[in-house]
């Protein structure tokens, strides 16, 4: 039989993205410096944002999406909320950082904007300092780049890097009879996701084995774990259990994305292609009633109102 799909919503809040295409000579050296460039970026109660593959284009993968160069490529998402103070120099360091020290590192990689917003960074002029002053200003591919000469070759990277809003929290969650249950599910909706175009999932293969909570019995921490949902805590009183009878291992995937309506179609991809996966007993979502964030994904489509859609 079918999971049970909850009759709920997950709660996402707004964001500030960038979205640059990695290119390089084959597919192993973009799936390097993809792999290099998102790490370390699952969530951002630590880390300095958060970062993921929208997908692979070009030759070989998504030959619709034609790259600059003609080479093999990724597109990626770097994601800091809105509601940091510091969130547009927050997200300017986090790409600076992953694109200097990843992308710009990795044999025969090149980098392009594919934002063009009237907000953005002089991220080419920044990273081209790598240079020493025998870097220059060059139209390629019929855009304005930076060119750095490098031991491998060269490194070219566009001179703006625009950035927009976007949204992250975006949430699906597995019940499972057990813990191979609950993983073979999220795989299965993760596999789903990767062919939705506009969103990203930030976690380890796509999957959080550790959701979490806001606050803590701690003040020096920010998030901690949801004792709730826990199953080696369903005896424990303290932790008020609201698990359901014989679930032994929740999975959880988040998605974010430029918009709702992409956030969307990835949950419900999610949905279809995992409610069948024999042990799963139930999918829900984690939400805060509308204290986190203002945009709701209804597990249930019959629910969702037509979200706006960027143009």
């Given at each position: 039989?079918?999971?049970?799909?909850?009759?709920?919503?997950?709660?996402?809040?707004?964001?500030?993205?960038?979205?640059?295409?990695?290119?390089?000579?084959?597919?192993?050296?973009?799936?390097?410096?993809?792999?290099?460039?998102?790490?370390?970026?699952?969530?951002?109660?630590?880390?300095?944002?958060?970062?993921?593959?929208?997908?692979?284009?070009?030759?070989?993968?998504?030959?619709?999406?034609?790259?600059?160069?003609?080479?093999?490529?990724?597109?990626?998402?770097?994601?800091?909320?809105?509601?940091?103070?510091?969130?547009?120099?927050?997200?300017?360091?986090?790409?600076?950082?992953?694109?200097?020290?990843?992308?710009?590192?990795?044999?025969?990689?090149?980098?392009?904007?594919?934002?063009?917003?009237?907000?953005?960074?002089?991220?080419?002029?920044?990273?081209?300092?790598?240079?020493?002053?025998?870097?220059?200003?060059?139209?390629?591919?019929?855009?304005?780049?930076?060119?750095?000469?490098?031991?491998g070759g060269e490194f070219v990277l566009d001179a703006k890097l625009g950035y927009l809003d976007g949204l992250m929290g975006g949430n699906i969650?597995?019940?499972?009879?057990?813990?191979?249950?609950?993983?073979?599910?999220?795989?299965?909706?993760?596999?789903?996701?990767?062919?939705?175009?506009?969103?990203?999932?930030?976690?380890?293969?796509?999957?959080?084995?550790?959701?979490?909570?806001?606050?803590?019995?701690?003040?020096?921490?920010?998030?901690?774990?949801?004792?709730?949902?826990?199953?080696?805590?369903?005896?424990?009183?303290?932790?008020?259990?609201?698990?359901?009878?014989?679930?032994?291992?929740?999975?959880?995937?988040?998605?974010?994305?430029?918009?709702?309506?992409?956030?969307?179609?990835?949950?419900?991809?999610?949905?279809?292609?995992?409610?069948?996966?024999?042990?799963?007993?139930?999918?829900?979502?984690?939400?805060?009633?509308?204290?986190?964030?203002?945009?709701?994904?209804?597990?249930?489509?019959?629910?969702?109102?037509?979200?706006?859609?960027?143009?």
């Amino acid at each position: 039989m079918p999971a049970v799909v909850d009759d709920t919503y997950a709660e996402a809040f707004r964001s500030i993205y960038v979205e640059f295409l990695i290119t390089a000579r084959d597919a192993t050296w973009v799936t390097h410096a993809v792999d290099a460039a998102t790490g370390n970026a699952s969530s951002t109660i630590l880390c300095d944002c958060e970062a993921g593959v929208d997908r692979f284009v070009g030759p070989g993968f998504d030959e619709s999406f034609n790259t600059p160069d003609g080479r093999p490529g990724a597109i990626v998402q770097l994601h800091v909320p809105r509601f940091r103070k510091d969130r547009v120099d927050a997200l300017k360091k986090a790409a600076l950082v992953r694109i200097s020290q990843n992308v710009l590192t990795c044999p025969t990689a090149a980098c392009f904007n594919l934002i063009d917003s009237a907000d953005y960074y002089r991220m080419g002029r920044k990273i081209a300092f790598f240079g020493d002053g025998f870097q220059k200003r060059i139209e390629r591919y019929g855009r304005p780049m930076w060119w750095i000469p490098t031991l491998g070759g060269e490194f070219v990277l566009d001179a703006k890097l625009g950035y927009l809003d976007g949204l992250m929290g975006g949430n699906i969650w597995y019940f499972g009879e057990s813990e191979d249950a609950a993983l073979a599910a999220a795989e299965a909706g993760v596999a789903a996701v990767q062919k939705c175009p506009g969103v990203i999932m930030p976690f380890p293969g796509g999957i959080a084995g550790s959701g979490s909570k806001a606050g803590s019995k701690y003040s020096f921490m920010f998030a901690s774990t949801y004792e709730k949902f826990c199953p080696r805590l369903v005896d424990n009183p303290k932790a008020k259990s609201e698990l359901p009878p014989n679930v032994r291992s929740v999975m959880e995937i988040i998605i974010n994305g430029r918009d709702l309506a992409s956030i969307i179609h990835a949950t419900q991809a999610a949905i279809a292609a995992s409610v069948e996966t024999p042990g799963l007993l139930k999918i829900s979502a984690g939400n805060y009633g509308g204290r986190l964030g203002k945009s709701f994904i209804y597990l249930h489509p019959e629910k969702q109102p037509a979200p706006e859609v960027k143009t």
